[in-house]
């Protein structure tokens, strides 16, 4: 009985009040409420078109990201059997294969203080190639599970350390190209804890076939903790810095951190 | 939503005495000023969330079929955007006949970015916006009168076909009683206030889920993946739109005590209150 209460609707107090107070009070409370909401809309609106509430908006949401992230926290793996159709989203035209025999991947910004140049079969044998069947998910709302296989980037810090006090990888393709087939170099930030997470690869298989030109052979980022976009495809240079480098997308309106 | 389509509200109490009774009003309080607020700052953020999301869907449409030989159109929205140019009298400006749609309920097309930085801000707005809902049901105790009870699927279906018959009867010119209601809101409203709140905290939810679908896989497990999570999001908006239609109609039909009683948050409706002194 008590429980049902508890639940119960309860009658509202019904009170008397002088006609007189009755009005003034609705009055007041009619112009506070349509001050508020002038407020409001004036405020809004302006701060709006500044673009200031909506870039505090894309900042904060950058942080809840980042507070979200785990390093030890795994990615949801599934069977060959899930595998979907992955399209090539190139923002620009699709490079021709010419580029593929001459690649390279430098790194820079190591502890060493040297510049190191690797060719993909180096990079191969030295370093144990891993599989996984992740999801790849845009940030235009599609989503795909493709099987990967590549060495961890993880790896790749293991044994070319970069400098002490790094924070940040700055990963560029040169090869990239804009939507007339002209020089676009595509870049990303990409932060270290990401770049160190057990499943964030530099890929050079998709589907159990070496990466095509339109996946981003012959080296690509797959960090599936990212959106796609900073899974930057034939990749020629990884710079470590302690600053956050500037990012592609970032410098076209996009969020800069994009884990998801 | 409202109740007392032709109840009118109660007159000045009069007082024993025989010298000339002091003029009085009765009032109820109706909503606490925590839910008032909330149900006012809603419409703009639920308005910037429409907006932004539908220019977020243009960028991958969810219902699509094999590419039209005419059009080459390959998305729903697209076809309807065709097809109101093709029905549009001369003069219209259908430059983009394949945008019209989102032309006219959105950013537009190619306004991911944009999109995206709006979606968030009224995003983070909402989920306060709801909190603040939520402790202002709290502190006044009105959420038990929003709780749907389980005579409500008779009462509910009742109320309907009154509204339903409401329409015919102000055609005929008619006189209508409406239901008699001894609580504050009639079963149907009970049964959409009560959906339309959950529907705000699933929609919350699956954009979370599609939002950080890795971090928080599990959420997106509960909508059956990321995928159908977006197809849940999108199908959350259209509640919104098919409540607020009848909403507003109702509440214009229903009479100038509902509007004020959201702005001021007193009623001059008392039947369905009871004297604090009662028991």
């Not at chain 2, 944009?114 to 603040?132: K, Q």
Request: with cysteine; charged share 15%.
């Amino acid at each position: 009985m008590k429980r049902d209460s508890a639940f119960k609707e309860r009658p509202a107090g019904i009170v008397d009040v002088a006609p007189e107070t009755w009005r003034r009070r609705s009055r007041r409370d009619f112009l506070v409420f349509g001050a508020s909401a002038f407020g409001v809309l004036a405020v809004g609106s302006s701060w709006h078109h500044q673009g200031w509430l909506a870039n505090m908006a894309l900042r904060f949401d950058d942080d809840v990201a980042e507070a979200l992230y785990s390093p030890n926290r795994l990615v949801p793996t599934y069977t060959k059997s899930q595998i979907t159709l992955l399209k090539n989203n190139y923002n620009g035209a699709t490079p021709g294969p010419g580029y593929i025999s001459a690649w390279r991947l430098t790194l820079d910004g190591l502890s060493s203080g040297l510049g190191v140049s690797l060719d993909i079969h180096t990079l191969l044998t030295r370093h144990q190639v891993h599989d996984q069947i992740t999801r790849f998910v845009c940030v235009e709302g599609w989503s795909a599970i493709a099987w990967w296989a590549g060495v961890k980037f993880d790896d790749l810090l293991n044994a070319y350390p970069p400098v002490s006090e790094a924070k940040w990888a700055r990963l560029e393709s040169s090869i990239n190209l804009d939507g007339y087939g002209r020089p676009d170099p595509y870049f990303v930030s990409i932060d270290l804890p990401t770049a160190r997470h057990p499943q964030t690869l530099l890929a050079t298989h998709l589907n159990g076939q070496p990466l095509a030109v339109g996946h981003g052979a012959p080296l690509r980022l797959l960090a599936p903790v990212k959106l796609g976009l900073k899974n930057i495809k034939a990749i020629t240079r990884i710079t470590y810095m302690r600053d956050e480098p500037k990012d592609y997308w970032a410098e076209r309106g996009y969020s800069r951190y994009d884990g998801i | 939503m409202a109740p007392h389509f032709t109840q009118g509200h109660k007159e000045p109490m009069a007082t024993f005495t025989p010298a000339a009774p002091p003029p009085c009003v009765s009032v109820v309080r109706r909503h606490h000023v925590l839910v008032r607020v909330s149900h006012w700052l809603i419409i703009p953020l639920l308005l910037g969330l429409i907006v932004s999301g539908i220019s977020i869907y243009w960028a991958s449409p969810i219902y699509r079929h094999n590419p039209d030989p005419q059009t080459g159109s390959a998305d729903y929205f697209a076809d309807a955007g065709i097809w109101i140019c093709a029905h549009l009298p001369e003069g219209h400006d259908c430059a983009s006949r394949r945008d019209w749609i989102y032309n006219h309920t959105s950013l537009g097309p190619s306004m991911l970015a944009p999109a995206l930085r709006l979606h968030w801000c009224c995003a983070y707005l909402f989920m306060l916006n709801g909190l603040m809902y939520l402790a202002g049901l709290l502190l006044s105790g009105e959420w038990r009168a929003l709780l749907p009870r389980v005579s409500d699927a008779v009462g509910a279906a009742k109320m309907a076909a009154y509204y339903a018959g409401t329409a015919f009867a102000i055609l005929q010119r008619q006189p209508r009683k409406a239901p008699r209601q001894s609580t504050k809101y009639n079963p149907l409203q009970r049964l959409a206030y009560f959906s339309v709140s959950i529907a705000c905290l699933l929609a919350v939810l699956t954009g979370w889920a599609i939002h950080k679908p890795i971090q928080v896989s599990w959420l997106a497990a509960i909508f059956g993946g990321f995928d159908s999570a977006r197809v849940w999001h999108f199908w959350l908006m259209w509640i919104f739109v098919l409540f607020v239609i009848p909403h507003v109609i109702l509440v214009f039909a229903d009479g100038w005590d509902t509007l004020r009683g959201m702005l001021t948050g007193w009623s001059r409706r008392v039947e369905s209150a009871g004297r604090a002194n009662e028991t």
